[in-house]
């Protein structure tokens, strides 16, 4: 059964760092693209960023540019979230989520349609 197994969520006061990690497995075929969503109560899941592992080419939402980073280990089929620069405003569950489909590359990375989603770690920001 393929799954996402996340990790790195946590506390931190603003200005700080925390690193999240993504582990695919179970896959017959690999994820093709991959991306990091967060929630805040009472509202949608909103893209953070994406990144294709063919082309190894990253998108950012304008929320998060210049502070955030994601990154892909294709040996370990695991994807990182690197956050800096953190602020009460990221505080949110964030979520990792991949796609296997070839289809996934031609769809916008922030769109919710992903095969498989992670349980979701939560981030929070302190004033």
């Known amino acids: 059964t393929q799954g996402l197994v996340e990790s790195g969520g946590g506390s931190v006061e603003t200005g700080g760092s925390l690193r999240l990690s993504c582990q695919a497995s179970?896959?017959?075929?690999?994820?093709?693209?991959f991306a990091w969503f967060r929630q805040v109560a009472g509202k949608g899941r909103v893209g953070v960023a994406g990144i294709r592992t063919g082309l190894v080419r990253s998108y950012y939402d304008d929320a998060v540019k210049g502070r955030f980073t994601i990154s892909l280990d294709n040996t370990k089929n695991t994807v990182f979230l690197q956050m800096t620069g953190l602020q009460p405003e990221d505080t949110a569950v964030y979520y990792c989520a991949a796609d296997s489909r070839w289809g996934c590359v031609s769809k916008a990375w922030w769109t919710t349609d992903y095969e498989t989603w992670g349980q979701g770690t939560q981030v929070t920001v302190s004033s």
């Open positions: 179970g896959y017959t075929d690999n994820p093709k693209c």
